[in-house]
């Protein structure tokens, strides 16, 4: 299967995604610990139905040292006892700030209050903008009909 585009084939595409890029590098660089971030990144991904970045959030996670069962486990979180409290806070606020057209007024004040709990500011911050930079990312990938599985690790970092 072939993408639909290639999106750093032409100057708009591949000067925008520079940018996005950028930002994605400025977002692992952030005090919100790299666990959970390859956690959002992948239960963002599992909900958006992006196999090019579940394809590549599963490995970069591995490679980093996350466990297969953890892995495994994200897609139904609620009930595996495997993740932190902090953890769980940060997937839940994930899936309801993807989910904002299910969950009707976004991310509730009861999820954020959890999120909270465990997070300072500039790691809450960090963890909106990884939902969101994951959300534009899956977003790219699904419309251009992006193939996964050749994902080497590191590939696009």
């Given at each position: 299967?072939?993408?639909?585009?290639?999106?750093f084939?032409?100057?708009?595409?591949?000067k925008a995604l520079k940018?996005?890029?950028?930002?994605?590098?400025?977002?692992?660089e952030s005090?919100?610990?790299?666990?959970?971030?390859?956690l959002?990144?992948l239960?963002?991904?599992?909900?958006?139905g992006?196999?090019?970045?579940i394809?590549?959030?599963?490995?970069?996670?591995?490679?980093?040292?996350?466990?297969?069962?953890?892995?495994?486990?994200?897609t139904?979180?609620?009930?595996?006892?495997?993740?932190?409290?902090?953890?769980?806070?940060?997937?839940?606020?994930a899936?309801?700030?993807t989910?904002?057209?299910?969950?009707?007024?976004?991310?509730?004040?009861?999820?954020?209050?959890?999120?909270a709990?465990?997070?300072?500011?500039?790691?809450?911050?960090?963890?909106?903008?990884?939902?969101?930079?994951?959300?534009t990312?899956n977003?790219?990938?699904i419309?251009?009909q992006?193939?996964?599985?050749?994902?080497?690790?590191?590939?696009f970092?």
């Amino acid at each position: 299967m072939d993408a639909r585009l290639n999106y750093f084939a032409g100057p708009t595409a591949a000067k925008a995604l520079k940018h996005l890029m950028s930002a994605g590098k400025t977002l692992k660089e952030s005090p919100l610990p790299a666990a959970t971030q390859e956690l959002v990144a992948l239960r963002v991904s599992q909900i958006n139905g992006c196999a090019l970045c579940i394809d590549m959030h599963t490995k970069d996670a591995a490679a980093a040292g996350e466990s297969l069962v953890r892995l495994n486990l994200v897609t139904a979180w609620r009930e595996a006892t495997v993740f932190t409290e902090a953890e769980r806070a940060a997937l839940e606020l994930a899936e309801q700030g993807t989910r904002v057209a299910d969950a009707a007024g976004g991310v509730s004040d009861e999820v954020w209050a959890r999120a909270a709990k465990h997070y300072d500011e500039e790691q809450l911050t960090a963890l909106v903008l990884l939902v969101s930079f994951m959300n534009t990312a899956n977003r790219l990938n699904i419309i251009a009909q992006q193939p996964a599985g050749d994902y080497e690790v590191g590939q696009f970092h």
